[in-house]
């Protein structure tokens, strides 16, 4: 079989290759692709997010996603929370990131051989918040959570507007809500590989940061759980903050 490049691995999973990728000097695709024990990967990826923190020659790239960066935060960051939490339990196993376009995102070694897989999605990544960054990366401001509107494309010149009036945090857990769910129903309509689990991931500063918002995430889970049972092994619900963690198994 012929060896893909590395670049040809970044393209597949991220759509491009950043021409001016700095990130791209931190991390690559065979660092990413190894596979480490729980322990080993939250050493690792926290001394990777040590060196990019405060580099603002990184900014751009990060909020774009631009070349490596898209794999990197959408698919080894929520590994990284997932297995911050879950370490101590997980000890003996190997976890490892595929990059490119499979039916899964993760292989779990087990200490007797045999292997388990983990599909990643993140359920508030949508093209509105697309948006957002592309306004926070050019005025280094944005709202986090207010509505966002565009027209026009990036060869036409793309006008986004976005709202300044404060959101109800019932509107922000609602649609929060939402997301999770439609990414679970989502992820539940294709095939998984056999012996796989879910693992959703979100932006919880906002939402779901204190305990008044924890019967929602239990109806959330309640509302899923006849989509994802038949298909999946587990479901993991990890938040961006690290602070929380979800969890049903079969």
């Known amino acids: 079989m012929k060896p893909v490049s590395s670049q040809s691995r970044i393209a597949s999973a991220a759509g491009e290759i950043?021409?001016?990728?700095?990130?791209?000097?931190?991390?690559?695709?065979?660092?990413?692709?190894?596979?480490?024990?729980?322990?080993?990967?939250?050493?690792?990826?926290?001394?990777f997010l040590e060196k990019t923190r405060g580099d603002r020659s990184l900014r751009d790239q990060i909020l774009l996603r631009r070349g490596i960066a898209k794999p990197v935060y959408e698919e080894v960051f929520p590994l990284y929370r997932l297995l911050s939490q879950k370490r101590a339990a997980w000890q003996g196993r190997k976890f490892r990131n595929i990059l490119g376009s499979q039916p899964y995102d993760v292989i779990v070694t087990h200490t007797n051989g045999s292997q388990a897989f983990i599909e990643i999605t993140t359920a508030d990544l949508d093209q509105a918040e697309a948006m957002r960054m592309e306004v926070f990366a050019a005025q280094g401001r944005v709202p986090a959570a207010a509505p966002v509107t565009w027209s026009g494309t990036k060869r036409t010149g793309r006008r986004v507007e976005i709202s300044e009036e404060m959101q109800l945090h019932s509107g922000l857990v609602e649609k929060k809500r939402a997301q999770i769910i439609a990414a679970v129903e989502r992820k539940c309509q294709k095939t998984p590989a056999a012996d796989s689990a879910l693992l959703v991931y979100f932006d919880d500063y906002v939402c779901f940061a204190d305990e008044a918002d924890m019967p929602v995430m239990r109806q959330v889970l309640n509302v899923v759980r006849p989509a994802w049972q038949p298909r999946f092994r587990a479901l993991y619900v990890v938040g961006a903050s690290g602070k929380r963690l979800w969890e049903e198994e079969l």
Request: proline share 10%; charged share 40%; glycine share 4%.
């Open 18 to 47: 950043h021409p001016d990728g700095m990130l791209e000097t931190l991390i690559t695709p065979d660092e990413i692709e190894r596979d480490r024990s729980p322990e080993d990967f939250v050493i690792w990826f926290e001394d």
